[in-house]
Each structure stands twice: as structure tokens, then as C-alpha cells.
């Protein structure tokens, strides 16, 4: 499965369901896509694990789609996103598939790219959270990582995404 994820105004199409990150020179999984939802498909939805921490170090685990582990977020889900806020009612994490028209208004070197590499799915990636120790920052402008900042890439890799203290790694 080739998927495309967009973080702020950042693509990464990659074949592989998984993005990781290093933590204390370990990889760990961040996030896994265990099936992307279909259009006129019965019982077709987007279905994720994913283990995170906010901010203030609170832990949010989600295995297919239900709450392992959650210290008073409110996940709501439809069959294409899932949406955790925090108690002040902020977005921790948000990750949403795009359909078609949607994708349409993307940036242009987004929609390009896109349509190059044709993903069986784009999903959008927002919210404040840690992985492991570093600190993302997503909205629909830019990608945060720490003190750094991304916007307007679109990078497609034969291999999976891995960040990195000092940034992104196609691993």
C-alpha cells in the first residue's frame, strides 16, 4: 500500500503503513495504518494504532481504532478520522483521510506530486504532540519539529518515514 502523508503543507508518499521515530537511539512506532477507508465499500474505515504523549506528557494509546490508554482526551472517530483534544479542549492529534476534492485544493507541488505517484491514500496529519522527546507542531501551514519548521515539501521515498531529533529520514 502507497500512502501519502501530509504534515502542514509537507508530503511524504511512501509505500509502507508505518511512520517511526528515534527515541534514545531506539525506534519506535508512531504511528500504523491497518486499513484506509473506502468509498462504497460496506464496513470500509480508516483504522489506526498509535502511541503518544501531549505536551504535558500524558499518554494516548490507540489500538484499531479504540482507546487503550487515554488521560481525559476526547476522541471522537467517523469512518474517515479520528480527532483526540485535550482538556482545555485543543487538538492533541487529528489524522484524517482526504478524499479527492479535497486533495484537489492542495498546494500545487503537492498535487503534482500526488498525481505522479498516485497513493491509495492521503492523510492528514495535525495536532501538538510529543514523540518521544521531540515536540511536533501541525497545522495546516507547517510542520514542527522542536525549534525547526517545514513547510512546502513534497518528498516520495521507496522506503518508510523515520523521524529523527535532527529531523526526517527516508528509512
Not at 460496506?42 to 479504540?66: P, W, Y
Amino acid at each position: 500500500m502507497k500512502l501519502a502523508f501530509l504534515f502542514g503543507s509537507n508530503v511524504f508518499i511512501i509505500p509502507s503503513n508505518i511512520i517511526s521515530y528515534v527515541d534514545n537511539d531506539q525506534t519506535n512506532i508512531f504511528l500504523k495504518i491497518k486499513s484506509i477507508f473506502r468509498k462504497n465499500r460496506e464496513e470500509s474505515v480508516l483504522t489506526i494504532d498509535t502511541d503518544l504523549k501531549d505536551t504535558e506528557g500524558r499518554g494516548l494509546k490507540i489500538h484499531d481504532n479504540e482507546i487503550v490508554t487515554s488521560f481525559g482526551y476526547k476522541v471522537s472517530k467517523t469512518h474517515d478520522r479520528i480527532l483526540a483534544k485535550g482538556m482545555n479542549n485543543s487538538t492533541v492529534f487529528d489524522i484524517q483521510q482526504l478524499d479527492n476534492e479535497s486533495a484537489s485544493k492542495l498546494e500545487h507541488n503537492i498535487v503534482a506530486e500526488l498525481e505522479t505517484h498516485e497513493p491509495d491514500a492521503i492523510l492528514r496529519i495535525r495536532g501538538d504532540f510529543m514523540m518521544g522527546k521531540m515536540h511536533f507542531a501541525v497545522d495546516n501551514e507547517k510542520l514542527s519539529i522542536g525549534r525547526d519548521y517545514y513547510t512546502n515539501s513534497a518528498i516520495s521515498a521507496d522506503n518508510g518515514l523515520k523521524f529523527t531529533p535532527s529531523g526526517f529520514c527516508i528509512a
